[in-house]
T-cell receptor, first 119, second 113 residues
Framework: AQTVTQSQPEMSVQEAETVTLSCTYD???????LFWYKQPPSRQMILVIR??????QNATENRFSVNFQKAAKSFSLKISDSQLGDAAMYFC????????????????FGQGTILTVHP | KAGVTQTPRYLIKTRGQQVTLSCSPI?????VSWYQQTPGQGLQFLFE???????NKGNFPGRFSGRQFSNSRSEMNVSTLELGDSALYLC????????????FGDGTRLSIL
């Protein structure tokens, strides 16, 4: 079974600064997706960024970028020019792409990292 | 395009009762997944439906069940409620539940007294 670990329960950053959230995962599979989701106090889980395991190039979405190290099974999220609206719980998630029913619709989540942004 | 809609937003029940939660996916999305979120266990996958068929199931007791209708709307039912069922229940929809990303609703907060 796959596992996802976020070793930083809490992180803080000053507005306009850069912060990196860590995520490691354990899998024996070669085909999968990795995601970062953001959950503000409003509860809705919002997709931040997605990485396909077969792509060597790191994904970027505006101020958000990832450092994907497949061999090390590491998937960190970098937030540049942090804004007050970035404050939230951030979850790293894994989705298998192996054949078979156990991969359908299932995300395996880490425990989350609470990000605080100071003005 | 409207997002994923979950109703009700809050629900209070007592032990032994049963409850039904509803999820309307984004238009055109045929896959609906359900998750339970608690402070202790985090986010755990319950099950996934696609075109009215359950394709995948997490490790939850049989008291947790679901279904999907022809319009892709989904319901989740929990029978014989226990205190430990208190949680935020999140629904997510996707075009295919495999290659396309999942988009989440605001969740239903279920409290068991």
């Amino acid at each position: 079974a796959q596992t996802v670990t976020q070793s930083q329960p809490e992180m803080s950053v000053q507005e306009a600064e850069t912060v990196t959230l860590s995520c490691t995962y354990d899998t024996s599979e070669s085909d999968y997706y990795l995601f970062w989701y953001k959950q503000p106090p409003s509860r809705q889980m919002i997709l931040v960024i997605r990485q396909e395991a077969y792509k060597q190039q790191n994904a970027t979405e505006n101020r958000f970028s990832v450092n994907f190290q497949k061999a090390a099974k590491s998937f960190s999220l970098k937030i540049s020019d942090s804004q007050l609206g970035d404050a939230a719980m951030y979850f790293c998630a894994y989705r298998s792409l192996t054949a078979g029913g156990t991969s359908y619709g299932k995300l395996t989540f880490g425990q989350g990292t609470i990000l605080t942004v100071h003005p | 395009k409207a997002g994923v809609t979950q109703t009700p937003r809050y629900l209070i029940k007592t032990r032994g009762q049963q409850v039904t939660l509803s999820c309307s996916p984004i238009s055109g999305h045929r896959s609906v997944s359900w998750y339970q979120q608690t402070p202790g266990q985090g986010l755990q996958f319950l099950f996934e439906y696609f075109s009215e068929t359950q394709r995948n199931k997490g490790n939850f007791p049989g008291r947790f069940s679901g279904r999907q209708f022809s319009n892709s709307r989904s319901e989740m039912n929990v029978s014989t409620l226990e205190l430990g069922d208190s949680a935020l229940y999140l629904c997510a929809s996707s075009l295919d539940g495999r290659y396309q990303p999942q988009h989440f609703g605001d969740g239903t907060r279920l409290s068991i007294l």
